[in-house]
């Protein structure tokens, strides 16, 4: 079948600056990612998209906020239809791993309040 891929980046800044951010989820795509299983988080804020990769021991606390269902404590089902659209506030910082190479991580999740 014939298909047209386009392979601009549609994520021109894909480092978000430290501190605290409030993200609009556009879409959650779960994936293989090397040996381990995670979902790559389109995000919106402020008319921009990012990307973040987080692994399942990384949403808990978001699943959460999300309103996921728990069905045992640290086990959720979810849809990742269901979640779009929907907003939360979170710490964003820089770490090193151990192969010394610099990491983006969500870190404190909190509910974006409706005014």
Known sequence: ML????TNSQYPDKKIADGKHTFTVEKVVGKQ????YGYVWT???NGLLF???LFGNEMKDLLRLLGCKEDKPGVFTWDTDEVKGKSFTVTVEHFPDKKNIVRQKFTKFE?????
């Open 3 to 6: 298909e047209t891929t386009d």
């Open 33 to 36: 990612l090397g040996n381990a």
């Open 43 to 45: 995000l919106e804020e």
């Open 51 to 53: 990307e973040q990769v």
């Open 111 to 115: 509910e974006e309040l409706e005014f």
